[in-house]
């Protein structure tokens, strides 16, 4: 990228007045920057992030791409695939015109209780940072910013507005800064985004952390943007590293931060300073005039097969008796079940969903890969709640005939204002998207479902009628507990419903008549569907174990809902809801050729884990996840994910933390002690431990050579052995510990890897280790103890049969 000519800001900045100056820097809407002609600066979009980019509207029409969940990148453990994955995005924002996209997420997994832990990679800093560094110079190799966030240690929701996080300065450093750092310094972001959260008494939007080590150490030139509304106090927030204020138009900087730098409480440099910083991210999007184009940019690939390819690198098989992969030619009848496989959850609830143009369920996956008479579904166990939007292809526009739903509004006196064909029931209109006037929605389909009785309403907030060939079944309102933050009317609405009788296609219209708005913005949002009720839970557990008992094998897709996992809130169990373990246990025992596949994208309790065949977790897959399930499970490709994060036998263990605050403060008490190294530390043994995975060939590590030094530090070359008789990944990792030492140190602690795809035989590969990897945080600056440190060489931390010595002289 050229740099940024600074001369040309410095003019640019010098002719506009301090009003001028201030309204650029908070946002003109939820997001975009406020355009300035004078000064030829266009509005810059601003788009979620992390794992597709919604662009600016939720609109079904103009669809996105759906990676598979962060955490599921995090399994990769490849920052190849992770730059190939900004890459994706990078060319998502170009098409929908996004100039900045909002991730990578770079929190870490310190709980697995966190409600957005299927957003951040890992529970480990050096994991996380380097895929976040591949993450963003993907991305920004397409001249899009990337923003890192949320800065930082915001690893749980609980009270997420007002958190104190009280952290010591080595486990700042060393995990939860050390964490966001390559991705500033060496792959050089563009923004970073300020987190809710306060640290050590600060909230982060003021906090002296924004200064050092952000903008000072680490040198960071980009933008500090905040997240939504996470600006509070005018001078504080001024005076810190914060510049930019987002969403706007109203915030808590301008006329008041106006008023301060008159009255001598902030220096108007100050503002200069900041609005230095967004003109210079202009510049690099493109969004000044007079600044050079940005250069060319790479070629986008084909997002769908991105999106697939991702999820089998990700996908971990976390226990196999040898039963995958199936060969599809001789492989009989699979019954497929659980409420995820046919409904499945492809990516995180909260900011970070997107509306793809089609997802693949592994049900559909599999029909497709099998053949639809070789697969036989039934739902076994509810997971969903609430009501789910209506399959697509059972719902026509009753004016056009099409597929889809008719959505049309009315002023108060029920005159039409606008009339709409949507493609899918999950319907979000913001702001200038809802015709001036507007009262009410009313949305229309005509439904083909099974013959029965159905739940049919709608998730909203508001007053939510619904008639069925003319017969009301339902009228109420439609309200929020109180409890939730912004952004609930969309994400966390609650469900209404009434009961349909059907045994043909009936025409419904649902009328909605919102009761608030979002941020001062007016908001229209409904989602209309169904719900599922099953009447005897046990019943419907025995049908699906009697159909795994008649056919020859059997697929159980188990996973959470978006009412247990979902962003603003922390999940209270592990637990899988409903009776999806009954589900599972009833399943094995009727056909011992039974296979999990975990659709979460977090850490969950699998108490049936050794009595079925195999176990693959797939995370929340992306738009392709159904695909990819097949693809592992027919052994077309390798599973080639590793565990980013310790996976709890019982959630009750010392080592699981908690993310729960007391009297407001969040206590980070185990220091550097966070994840596998906490396990190791209390001696305590999960279901699987951090950097497990499993493959469909066998190895061998047979020997390692650390050295020599450079000035990055250490290689270490790893001889190892593909044992068995196809191709296959292993990760090979690298972890010190380091017995007698003079300071506090975890146990073991990763310090390297080396990604090794490699057909049978005998290969090498080299494992670099930073000198970092020695260093401690000591007294405000970095330190290395001399001496020896021992190597752990293996396949997960706690499976490492080589073992090798490292010296280290003096100061590293
Ligand atoms: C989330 C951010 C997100 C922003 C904009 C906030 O509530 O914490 O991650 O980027 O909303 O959607």
Redesign the pocket.
Known sequence: MPSVDEDLLTTLIARLDLEAKVRLLTGADFWSTPAEPAIGLRRMVLS??PSGVRGESFDERSPSLSLPSSTALGATWDPDLARRYGSALGAEARRQHADVV?GP?INLHRTPFGGRHFEALSEDPLLTGELAAAYVEGLQAHGVAATP??YVANDAESERFTVDNAVDERALHELYLAAFEPAVTRAGAWAV?SA?NAVNGATMSENPLLAEPLTGEWGFDGLVMS??GAVRATVASARAEQHLVMPGPVGSWGERLVAAVRDGEVEESVVDGKLRRLLRLAARVGALEVAPTPPAVPAAEDGAAVARGLAVAGSVLLRNTGELPWDASSLGTVAVLGHNAALARTQGG??ATVRPAAVVAPLDGLRAALGEDRVRYRLGAQVAEGVQPFDPATVTDPVTGEPGLRAVFRAADGSALRSEHRLGASLIWMGAEIPDGAETVEVSARWAPEPGTHRVGAAAVGHVTVHADGTAVLDTEAVLTGDEG??AAIFEAPSVTGEVGTDGPVDLVFRFRPSGGEAGMALFALTVGTETVVADPQAEVAAAAALAAACDVAVVVVGTSDRIES?GFDRTSLALPGHQDALVRAVAAANPRTVVVVNSGAPVLLPWRDEVAAVLLGWFGGERFGDAVADVLLGHAEPGGRLPTTWPATGEERSVLSGRPTGGVLRYDEGVHVGHRNWLRHGETPAYPFGHGLGYTTWTLDHAVAGPWSADGVAVTVTLTNTGDRAGRQVVQAYLSRPGSDVERPARWLVGWAVVDAAPGTTTATVAVSRRAFRHRAGGTWATEPGTYDLHLGFSVSDTPLHATVEVVGEG
Do not use: N, Q, V
């Open positions: 979620d992030g909002l997420t966030k949320h985004m809710y997240d939504w909260g900011s912004p952004g962003e």
